[in-house]
Each structure stands twice: as C-alpha cells, then as structure tokens.
C-alpha cells in the first residue's frame, strides 16, 4: 500500500511540475486575468522597512544559526556566519529587531557585554529553559547589523526591567562624549558610538511582557519613551533621529490601539511621543500548541493557512482607521513586527525551538502580506517577518555544513526592486475560486516604480494547481521579464538533499496584438516578478 501511494504522490508531484512550466497546452485552457497598471501616478513609497527581519534568542535562531564563535570552523568573521551573512546581503535586509520577542523583557544588557569568559550562564524561561551563554551581546547584533548592512532595531526590556536601565544601555550605545558609560563600550572594543535607528519600547506587554492593561502600558509607555534618548551625533539631525515603536496590539485587540492612541494625542506636545505602534499577528496559530502541519499537508489546509493570512488585512485596516482618528496626519506608522506562518515543530526537533520546515505556500503566504502591506504603505512603514533563521517562517536554514535558502527567502530576494519604490494603482478583474469549502482570490499583485525608473510588477496565482494566463496593460509598455516562483507542488521545500527544489526561474512576456497586452503564462501556486520596458 506504502509503494501504490508513493506512486501516485509521484505522478503528482510531475504533473504539477508540468503546470509550473507553464506547457503550452496547459495555458491555452487557464482562466484568464487582465490587470491594468496606471503608470502615471505614483502613490506612497513602499518603505525598505517593510522588508525587516527578526532574530531572537530562540532554538537556533542565534547560536548556530548567526553566530558560531570566532574559534568555529565554520567559516566566519568575528563570530558570525559568512554564509548567512551573504545571503542576507542578497536579499538587502533594511533591519533586523533583537534580541526578542518575549526573550527581550527578560534581556538585561550588562549579561552581553565584557569579555566572553566573564559573561555570566542565564536561563531562557520562555523558549525551552536553557542555558543563554550571552556570547552574543550587543556589540557582536552591531556587528551582524553592520556587516548585512541592515539598521538596528533594538527592543528594550520593560516587562522586568527599569526606565534607567533603558536610559544606561542607549547612553552606553550611544554616547560619543566620554561619559563612563561610553568609555565602557570603547574598552569593550567599540571606539565609534553606536546607531540605534529604531528603538521598541517593550513586547507583548499585553501578554509575555507583562501582562499589561492598555492603561498600564499607557503609563509605562510614557516614562520609558520621555528618557528614551539617543546620544550619537548623527542621529540627532532631523530625518536621521530613532523612531520610538510602542508596544502594540495583539491580532484584533483593537480597544489596545484606541488607548494607546488616545494618550499620544492627549500628549502630542511632550517629549514622550512616540513614532511608531506596533502589531503582531501569526497565521496558523490559531489554537496552542500549534498543530498545522508544515510538510506533506493536502490542498484542504493550503486553502486553509492562506484563508487566515488574509485575515491580516482586516487587523491593519481597522488598527489603521483607529490611529487615523488621533493622527490624521499618519505621523505614528503602524509596525508589523511580527508576522508570519507558525506551525507545529518538526518531528524530533525540541519544541520550544519552534523549528519547522518552510514550502512553496509560504511564499504565497509572503506574498500576499507583503502586497497588502504595499497598498497601505502610506501607514505600514516597517514590519519585520519572524524570524530570520531557524525558526518559524526562515528565511534561512542552517546545518555545521552550510545553509538552505528557504522559499520565503526566494520571494523576498524577489521583491528587492520594491524596496523605498513609489507604490502605482492597478486594478484586475480575477475571480475568487472555491476548493475545501475555502474561498481565496484567484490572483494577487501590486506594481511601484522602483528607484531604478522601471515599473516593476508582483503577480501572485493563488491556486494550488491551476495556471493563470495573465493579460498585463501598462502604459506604453512593450515588454515584460523577471523572474518566477515555481514548485513541482504547492507543498515542496528546499533541503540539505534538495537544495534548489524550490528556485526563481526566467520568464519573459509575449506582446498580444488581439489584446494590445503583454501575456504571462503564471503556474499555479507561484510568484512572478517583472520589469516593464
């Protein structure tokens, strides 16, 4: 019986690589899409920020999976994986939030500092309870920041910690004059003061961070944020100074955001102000522990998972016309700081580790958020996808011999030509489909033009199995090529085995003078990024 299934899951899996290639005969019977992209008028920008990541003191996600120790024969430098960090060049990572998550408002800065064989063993209570060496502080995360090239985002610990010990780490970060604290850190082997671009004033502190009324946070809020100031020189100039990010809501707590708004209006003229609030939501955590599968799952839960993420959509626009009450003039971004696809852990892996494999629907499921994100740039300026390596939605997995690029990865190298692109109006006339007694759209995109001049294109074909004939109208444009996101089947991952199983491929649009159009033929299940000529 196990010999008969595993070969009809292989007639399977090659049918549906004969889909992705998009065969002739194929797209000569696929539905048919007509998006109209104005090319003349360009919205807000698509911020970088909306591409950020998050690496927490969580399983693999740092040790092992960033830093290794400078003695590793791993290759690295000062500690951290050259191969994770060229592959995070790729895809340009704009900024990377550390060191949590709920492991931030246990985090106290002085464990992280000094030579590494006075740092003291701590434990880590929320993610499995074991031994934190601290090797990893905060000189070698602005190390990591600095050789991605990617800014820093820093969460502090309100949950446990104190106003001053918030004021002591910025000042020791920060500081270019020699106070005591600052000499400290130029002992410690950091002549130059530090830049801290993004500053998180707390996580969760309706939950892991404390436990907090929005009231309580309220109060709280407005201390840590009145003497939350940054020293560096630069930072000081105006368009260069850290944006303060307040904790924010869970999901659809939306009475958290109208609090939280409430007192920065009532309090608009005070030092304290904030510039950014921020918004968790995960897909498939819709129950603890959480029990959709990550692999070999059918078409019932693909509808499934891509069903909830679009759920997303909802929290930002209600989170964003409540914050448009008290900031009509969208000072105050809303900051999606963590999101992404959270699924049972993989089978023998420690659970507290939230390791777990990452497929083709995952990078629908990134697609789809970073669209939506895009077409409300004007009050979504960051949001950080979690996490980074090893854990959760990665965009990276790593063994002692090397690292597999997740799909989600490959969308994300993807989307580089949207990074800070002025976001353009488009329109398509796609039919939601039905499968699973589950509906979705049938087709997803969003155009911008780049900072290179070019109009460039995302084009999503939503459904598991079938092709899209997309019929593309932009302005004069001519031709179309790029790149395609393609599967043998909506469930397949990149291994250590199989590295490349999941990879963007070339394509190349072709004029239709019946249409006066330029045609793709989309494979189902896939992501296509073109540049229009």
């Known amino acids: 019986m196990a010999l008969k299934w595993k070969s009809i899951r292989t007639l399977a899996c090659v049918l549906s690589a004969s889909a992705a290639l998009g065969s002739t005969a194929l797209a000569a019977d696929a539905p048919r899409v007509q998006l109209t992209v104005a090319t003349d008028a360009p919205g807000p920008e698509i911020s970088r920020h909306l591409f950020g990541q998050f690496a927490e003191h969580l399983g693999t996600g740092i040790y092992g999976g960033i830093w290794v120790g400078k003695d590793s024969k791993i290759p690295n430098t000062r500690g951290i994986r050259k191969d994770v960090v060229e592959a995070l060049r790729a895809i340009k990572v704009p900024n990377i939030r550390?060191?949590?998550?709920?492991?931030?408002?246990?985090?106290?800065?002085?464990?992280?500092?000094?030579?590494?064989?006075?740092?003291?063993?701590?434990l880590n209570p929320d993610w499995g309870g074991v031994i934190e060496p601290n090797s990893f502080g905060t000189h070698e995360f602005m190390d990591l920041a600095e050789q991605v090239g990617a800014e820093a985002y820093?969460?502090?610990?309100?949950?446990?910690?104190?106003?001053?010990?918030?004021?002591?780490?910025l000042e020791y970060m920060t500081s270019a004059k020699p106070s005591s604290l600052a000499q400290e850190r130029v002992r410690n082997g950091a002549a130059k003061p530090f830049k801290v671009p993004l500053l998180g004033i707390g996580n969760e502190v309706w939950g892991c961070g404390g436990s907090m009324t929005p009231e309580e946070y309220a109060a709280e809020m407005k201390k840590y944020a009145s003497f939350a100031v940054n020293f560096h020189p630069d930072q000081q100039k105006e368009g260069q100074k850290m944006r303060r990010i307040a904790s924010g809501p869970n999901r659809d707590d939306y009475r958290f955001t109208e609090v939280v708004m409430r007192h920065v209006k009532e309090h608009a003229l005070y030092s304290w102000g904030i510039e950014g609030l921020s918004l968790h939501s995960y897909t498939g955590l819709d129950k603890w522990p959480p029990s959709h599968p990550a692999t070999d799952f059918a078409e019932s839960e693909y509808m499934a998972i891509l069903k909830a993420t679009l759920d997303m959509e909802t929290f930002v626009t209600k989170h964003s016309a409540i914050m448009d009450r008290y900031d009509p003039e969208k000072k105050v971004a809303l900051v999606v700081d963590e999101w992404g696809a959270w699924y049972a852990p993989t089978a023998g892996s420690n659970p507290s580790f939230l390791q777990q494999q990452n497929s083709q629907r995952d990078a629908i499921l990134a697609a789809l958020n970073i669209n939506l994100f895009a077409r409300h740039a004007d009050r979504v300026r960051i949001a950080n996808i979690a996490q980074m390596i090893n854990v959760l939605q990665a965009m990276i997995l790593t063994s002692d011999t090397g690292i597999v690029l997740t799909p989600s990865y490959h969308a994300f190298k993807l989307y580089v030509p949207f990074q800070d692109a002025k976001l353009l109006k488009s329109q398509h006339d796609g039919q939601p489909f039905k499968l699973a007694d589950t509906e979705l759209p049938r087709f997803d995109s969003v155009a911008a033009r780049g900072r290179d001049g070019k109009v460039w294109v995302a084009l999503t074909n939503v459904h598991p199995t079938e092709p899209l004939t997309l019929q593309l109208k932009a302005g004069t444009a001519t031709a179309a090529r790029g790149e395609t996101l393609t599967a043998p089947r909506f469930d397949s991952v990149?291994?250590?085995k199989q590295p490349q199983l999941v990879a963007p491929k070339p394509i190349t649009a072709r004029q239709d003078a019946a249409c006066g159009c330029l045609v793709l033929d989309l494979a189902p299940a896939s992501l296509t990024v073109v540049s229009l000529d």
């Not at 000094?114 to 740092?119: E, F, I």
Request: net charge positive.
């Open 98 to 122: 550390w060191p949590g998550g709920c492991y931030a408002d246990k985090y106290h800065w002085r464990d992280g500092i000094g030579p590494q064989a006075r740092r003291p063993k701590t």
């Open 154 to 169: 820093v969460s502090i610990n309100v949950g446990s910690g104190s106003v001053r010990e918030m004021a002591e780490w």
């Open 494 to 496: 990149n291994t250590f």
